[in-house]
């Protein structure tokens, strides 16, 4: 049983084991193995979700998914939330925001991609590039980067109250591990295309990535939404871990199927006359 390892007590990213498999003892084969295990559960429940909206059911989920350059966030999306209904799955991904959103407060782009009701959410990167990429980078002033810790525990409060699960995940590889996954996309030319030429300058910056990623995690992880440090080395272990996370939020909702608004008897009747 995988284990749903909270960060609450996080101090150093440096001190969680990239290679680790907490709560789980088998190899890559049996990871697998129990990954294709949990498809029919997680489905499952995702397609009760979606059907307890039409009956006024308001619930949702948000996963977000966080991490350095390659740390497996697309193999997340496609083998774990690729693995149940599409319908039922509202995928958001935050890049360089534009003119139009910078003019806006930082939540404002979050705010329009939350998903709609009865929908698994996944966040390709989040609000949390606000207080990463704007703290390593200095793209705000520091007092602004202190004020958007508080303003995103506020927001994901007031998404728990509204009805949304928020499932917060950090993917955590190593400095090695990036740097062959980094060569490998650029030895095969089916991957130059996740290959850009930022990617080394960001590298450059790894500890000072790593500290502002402890920080985000040690300001804003709370009860209604915790942050999970998965170790990312074994693609198929955070593939496990995050639909484990999934499994855990959608059972906690225990979404029922919507009772019939008709007499299903009646209508067996009407049916077998045709």
Known sequence: MI????????????????????GFDGDKAAGQEALAAGVDHLSNLQERLFAASTAGERRRVLLVLQGMDSAGK???V????????PQGVHLATFKKPTEKELSHHFLWRIERE???????????????????????RELAPAAEIEQRYDDIVEFERRLERTGISVVKVMLHISADEQKARLTERLERPDKHWKYTTNDIAER???????????LAIQ?????EAPWYVIP???KWYARLAVQALLTDALERIDPQWPIASYDVDAEKQRLAAT
């Open 3 to 22: 284990e749903l390892l909270r960060a609450d007590a996080l101090t150093r990213l440096a001190d969680r084991d990239p290679n680790a498999t907490p």
């Open 232 to 234: 990312g080395n074994r």
């Open 204 to 214: 450059m910056l790894w500890d000072d990535y790593q500290r502002a990623y402890e």
């Open 219 to 223: 300001r804003t992880s709370t009860e």
């Open 74 to 76: 697309g193999g997340i």
């Open 78 to 85: 496609r083998h774990v939330v690729g693995s149940v209904d």
């Open 114 to 136: 939350l998903p709609p009701v009865g929908r698994i959410g996944v966040f390709d990167r989040s609000h949390y590039e606000d207080v990463l990429i704007g703290r390593v």
